[in-house]
């Protein structure tokens, strides 16, 4: 499946269009001013300890405190709060640690006041973007992530991931690394070194180090809160995380961007430098590639698809619930097929809405109600298929008893939020409109008007069919009345867009006239 990435920057913010098969599946933005982003690693002061929640309140510098979980110290904790209180005094000299002796690892279940205290400086790095009115949540299990790699300090082990089908290919990556990872640091093996060379391997190892090597010199007598690394752009990271062969264009309207996506994949991936585009046309980057028009029909309560099944999605504070409908078209004869297919159809569709509005936490969804235990199976094991492009953490669980299907997704963003809807251009937004039978009044009046202050100008008048019908019937008509009146011809069109009290004067050359 072709995929194309399009980037639409402007000075405040940059959108990210993600492609699959010319249908938008995600979308980002990023304010070109944020200051809080997944991955950002930071030096923090611990405000207040919560042993109720089993949880700390954090200052990064956030308005509101970071929160920061037990389960989220990660069991190498106690190494990680000697190397930073070592490194804020000078006590350590080198950012590497062939000698540093890694402390006993902590309990899983242990109690967050026994581990931790109001004195500690600490590294965290950020989790989860604050949303809503929640504070960012926190990580001490820091990671630096490359396009080929993961490194994790304080750690030993390597880990090859489980999407590299090939029992060989793992073997051969996991002695490789091992063989040249630095001493008491981890490293997770991406997907996307799968069939690289050592050579590409051992110089991300080295690149991730200097990241490593620029937080520890940053340390020296650091004062918290105080960013230490900022994740890369939106647009580099998502290069980074979903580059893939099969990625045939790239285009942005910034020619700064271009310039500096182009030396990204150089670098990385050479062979796809001639994917990226500068758009250059007046007309709107998202306009000019459909994204527009897919945002407006996939954005809203109400998602209709294309056999007239319809799904509707609503938001609560604890959850997302999504009803599928079968709507007017379903088939009357073999209702059992036909009802699979419809819930197929809407799992399709539903996989996309949870990327593309980067829905998180707990999903129900009420799928129509099928007796087949086959049927019930299958459905399961297509929302599992469909759910396998979705890069966040997620599970999908069996059909229940009531015939609901639950699904959990990893929030780590606020929830993209779009108002597709318009103000009404006859009401403005009043729910009233004036009454319509004064229309032809309100015509005249303004007719009067254009004919006073443009003596010699050829008129035209655009209106509603209906409006268009009622002026031109009878004899005499109501515009051969006009005419009697002011000695003035005025040609009358039929608009089927107008609303039926719209109309608009236009002069020999076709421009408007406005009233306003």
Not at 384 to 404: C, I, K, N, W, Y
Not at 504 to 510: E, S
Request: charged share 30%.
């Amino acid at each position: 499946m072709e995929k194309e990435l399009i980037i639409n920057s402007t000075p405040t913010q940059v959108e990210i269009a993600l492609s699959e098969g010319n249908r938008l599946v995600e979308l980002h933005r990023q304010k070109t001013n944020s200051k809080f982003t997944v991955g950002d690693i930071f030096l923090g002061r611990i405000k207040k300890l919560m042993p109720g929640l089993n949880a700390a309140f954090v200052d990064i510098g956030h308005p509101k405190d970071a929160f920061l979980h037990y389960t989220d110290l990660g069991p190498k904790l106690p190494s990680l709060l000697r190397f930073t209180n070592m490194a804020i005094s000078g006590e350590t000299k080198s950012y590497g640690l062939e000698s540093f002796n890694l402390n006993d690892e902590i309990i899983k279940t242990g109690k967050i006041d026994q581990v931790l205290n109001k004195r500690h400086p600490m590294l965290v790095q950020i989790l989860k973007e604050p949303i809503s009115t929640k504070g960012p949540r926190l990580s001490c299990e820091i990671t630096l992530p490359g396009r080929f790699l993961v490194l994790t300090p304080f750690s030993n082990t390597v880990s090859v991931s489980k999407k590299i089908n090939s029992a060989e290919e793992r073997k051969r990556l996991q002695v490789l690394i091992e063989s040249i990872k630095p001493k008491n640091f981890g490293i997770i093996v991406r997907t996307a070194a799968e069939g690289k060379k050592v050579a590409h391997l051992h110089e991300e190892i080295r690149d991730l180090e200097q990241k490593w090597k620029r937080i520890h010199e940053q340390l020296r007598n650091a004062k918290a809160p105080l960013k230490l690394l900022s994740e890369l752009d939106k647009t580099s990271s998502m290069l980074r995380d979903v580059l893939t062969d099969d990625f045939s264009k790239i285009v942005t309207n910034d020619r700064e961007m271009y310039e500096s996506i182009r030396s990204y994949l150089n670098a990385n991936v050479p062979e796809k430098e001639k994917i990226v585009h500068l758009h250059k046309s007046g007309k709107p980057l998202f306009d000019a590639y459909g994204i527009t028009r897919q945002i407006k029909s996939s954005f809203g309560k109400t998602y209709t698809l294309p056999s007239g099944a319809y799904i509707v999605i609503e938001h609560t504070e604890a959850m997302h619930v999504i009803d599928v409908n079968s709507g007017p078209k379903m088939a009357k004869k073999n209702q059992e097929d036909a009802i699979l297919n419809v819930n197929i159809e809407s799992a399709l569709e539903i996989a996309r809405q949870l990327r593309l509005r980067d829905i998180g936490g707990l999903i129900i969804v009420d799928f129509i109600d099928m007796r087949s235990s086959d049927h019930k199976k299958m459905l399961v094991k297509k929302m599992r298929e469909f759910m396998e492009q979705d890069r966040a953490q997620h599970t999908v669980l069996p059909l229940s008893r009531f015939g609901l299907m639950q699904i959990t997704r990893q929030r780590a963003r606020p929830e993209v939020k779009i108002d597709t809807t318009e103000v009404c251009p006859t009401c403005q937004g009043s729910g009233k409109i004036n009454a319509s039978v004064l229309i032809i009044e309100d015509i005249e009046r303004d007719l009067e008007y254009v004919i006073q202050n443009r003596p010699k100008t050829k008129l035209s008048l655009y209106v509603h069919p209906y409006i268009y019908a009622y002026l031109k019937q009878g004899f005499p008509s109501r515009r051969m009345n006009w005419y009697l009146e002011h000695q003035r011809w005025v040609r009358i069109f039929e608009q089927s867009d107008f609303h039926i009290n719209e109309y608009k004067f236009y002069d020999g050359r076709n421009d408007e006239i406005r009233l306003n």
